[in-house]
């Protein structure tokens, strides 16, 4: 490459990963390799003590094919640096004993697994934690102060697509001295760059739109070497280390995460305004609808609008249920960003363990649906909500 002009998402997805194969491959081979063979003592002791990047043992990382993922992976946030995980859970746990012994705020919805282990787990283990609400920003200040070193965010949140101002809350995250993590797995990179917007650290369930075949699972983290260098040893002794079949499986999708994103985003738009004028919806949850209250923010901190949105179905909880199960296309899963679109009631799924009177102080009414747009034709994705909304 002799432009040093900074390329698009699309190129850096498919040549982000700065390898050269001495056969001509044009993408990273799978190395289905639990450890990887020297000469020399001397050449081992090389790698082990640090003084040379190379292959040794998979779980550590350090096997080509994790090499040429990570690459891509912090080419696509902007990052200095990519770690891959087994999970996102895996993802956040590492990035959390890391990062977070002083301390996490969490602010708004998270996924389940996040809230699980922000409210109660690391809690278990002495690591304070406060979850607050979106509508409580106003306190994080104060929370701050209280010597807390980490905020965790995700934005836009699981299910009703609340946003935050990802620079905003950089900013007085920084004032207090701790670091800023944004979730930016329902975004994609795509869509959001938080980095770029002063986060420090991205994390991803790769499971979600980077992998986006429902077909594998995995996390990344992205950020600054300074921050991710730390979380190597966690990774490594948790070893959560994603097998190379799937780090060369995950390599492959993201070749095709520009252009299926951009397609969820059109469908999905699509779909939500079609959902606005019918007349057995209450509410639908986009960002990309102009009367959305997170529209403003959205087009100010956003390349696009998503593939997630959620709809409010007239009559509550059961005639939700009777939509969810009438549906055809929309399967009923509670996952996201795959190629065939998904359909989940959360009072039935993913919030389904909050208290009633919990999941209506976040907002989350019994008749939301979450839609996840897959690639089927957008035509025929609004043909079948229409029928599954008429009987
Ligand atoms: C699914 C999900 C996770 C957890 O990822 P896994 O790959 O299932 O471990 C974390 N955050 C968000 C926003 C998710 O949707």
Request: charge should be negative; charged fraction near 20%.
């Given at each position: 490459?002799?432009?040093?002009?900074?390329?698009?998402?699309?190129?850096?997805?498919?040549?982000?990963?700065?390898?050269?194969?001495?056969?001509?491959?044009?993408?990273?081979?799978?190395?289905?390799?639990?450890?990887?063979?020297?000469?020399?003592?001397?050449?081992?002791?090389?790698?082990?003590?640090?003084?040379?990047?190379?292959?040794?043992?998979?779980?550590?990382?350090?096997?080509?094919?994790?090499?040429?993922?990570?690459?891509?992976?912090?080419?696509?946030?902007?990052?200095?640096?990519?770690?891959?995980?087994?999970?996102?859970?895996?993802?956040?746990?590492?990035?959390?004993?890391?990062?977070g012994?002083?301390?996490i705020i969490g602010i708004?919805?998270a996924?389940?697994?996040t809230?699980?282990?922000l409210?109660?787990?690391?809690?278990?283990?002495?690591?304070?934690?406060?979850?607050?609400?979106?509508?409580?920003?106003?306190?994080?200040?104060?929370?701050?102060?209280?010597?807390?070193?980490l905020v965790f965010l995700?934005?836009?949140?699981?299910?009703?697509?609340?946003?935050?101002?990802?620079?905003?809350?950089?900013?007085?995250?920084?004032?207090?001295?701790?670091?800023l993590v944004v979730d930016?797995?329902?975004?994609?990179?795509?869509?959001?760059?938080?980095?770029?917007?002063?986060?420090?650290?991205?994390?991803?369930?790769?499971?979600?739109?980077?992998?986006?075949?429902?077909?594998?699972?995995?996390?990344?983290?992205?950020?600054?070497?300074?921050?991710?260098?730390?979380?190597?040893?966690?990774?490594?002794?948790?070893?959560?280390?994603?097998?190379?079949?799937?780090?060369?499986?995950?390599?492959?999708?993201?070749?095709?995460?520009?252009?299926?994103?951009?397609?969820?985003?059109?469908?999905?738009?699509?779909?939500?305004?079609?959902?606005?004028?019918?007349?057995?919806?209450?509410?639908?949850?986009?960002?990309?609808?102009?009367?959305?209250?997170?529209?403003?923010?959205?087009?100010?901190?956003?390349?696009?609008?998503?593939?997630?949105?959620?709809?409010?179905?007239?009559?509550?909880?059961?005639?939700?249920?009777?939509?969810?199960?009438?549906?055809?296309?929309?399967?009923?899963?509670?996952?996201?960003?795959?190629?065939?679109?998904?359909?989940?009631?959360?009072?039935?799924?993913?919030?389904?363990?909050?208290?009633?009177?919990?999941?209506?102080?976040?907002?989350?009414?019994?008749?939301?649906?979450?839609?996840?747009?897959?690639?089927?034709?957008?035509?025929?994705?609004?043909?079948?909500?229409?029928?599954?909304?008429?009987?």
């Amino acid at each position: 490459m002799t432009s040093t002009r900074a390329q698009g998402l699309a190129t850096r997805s498919i040549h982000g990963h700065g390898f050269k194969d001495a056969h001509g491959s044009p993408h990273m081979p799978i190395y289905d390799t639990t450890t990887f063979t020297f000469d020399t003592t001397q050449e081992v002791l090389d790698v082990v003590e640090g003084r040379k990047v190379g292959s040794l043992y998979t779980r550590y990382g350090l096997n080509p094919s994790i090499f040429a993922l990570e690459e891509t992976l912090a080419g696509l946030e902007g990052a200095e640096m990519a770690w891959v995980f087994c999970s996102g859970m895996a993802a956040e746990t590492a990035l959390f004993l890391a990062h977070g012994r002083q301390g996490i705020i969490g602010i708004g919805d998270a996924y389940g697994g996040t809230m699980e282990l922000l409210g109660s787990q690391l809690p278990e283990i002495g690591i304070p934690t406060r979850l607050m609400l979106g509508s409580e920003l106003d306190q994080l200040d104060d929370l701050l102060a209280e010597g807390a070193r980490l905020v965790f965010l995700e934005t836009p949140t699981n299910p009703t697509l609340e946003l935050f101002d990802i620079q905003a809350i950089a900013e007085r995250t920084h004032a207090h001295g701790a670091i800023l993590v944004v979730d930016n797995t329902f975004a994609s990179p795509v869509n959001q760059q938080p980095l770029a917007l002063g986060a420090d650290v991205v994390v991803h369930s790769a499971t979600k739109y980077l992998g986006g075949h429902s077909d594998l699972t995995a996390g990344a983290l992205m950020g600054s070497q300074d921050l991710l260098m730390p979380i190597w040893n966690w990774r490594k002794n948790l070893g959560s280390m994603p097998a190379p079949t799937t780090a060369s499986l995950l390599a492959r999708s993201l070749r095709t995460l520009v252009i299926r994103v951009r397609q969820q985003n059109a469908s999905a738009q699509a779909i939500a305004e079609a959902m606005e004028k019918h007349s057995r919806v209450r509410r639908v949850y986009y960002p990309g609808l102009p009367d959305f209250p997170g529209h403003d923010l959205a087009r100010q901190q956003m390349q696009g609008f998503g593939g997630m949105l959620s709809i409010e179905v007239e009559g509550g909880g059961d005639a939700a249920t009777a939509v969810a199960d009438r549906l055809e296309l929309f399967a009923l899963a509670p996952s996201l960003g795959g190629a065939e679109s998904l359909v989940t009631q959360p009072c039935t799924t993913t919030h389904h363990g909050l208290p009633a009177e919990e999941r209506a102080r976040r907002g989350i009414p019994d008749g939301l649906l979450r839609l996840s747009v897959g690639l089927e034709d957008s035509a025929d994705l609004i043909a079948d909500l229409e029928q599954a909304l008429a009987s």
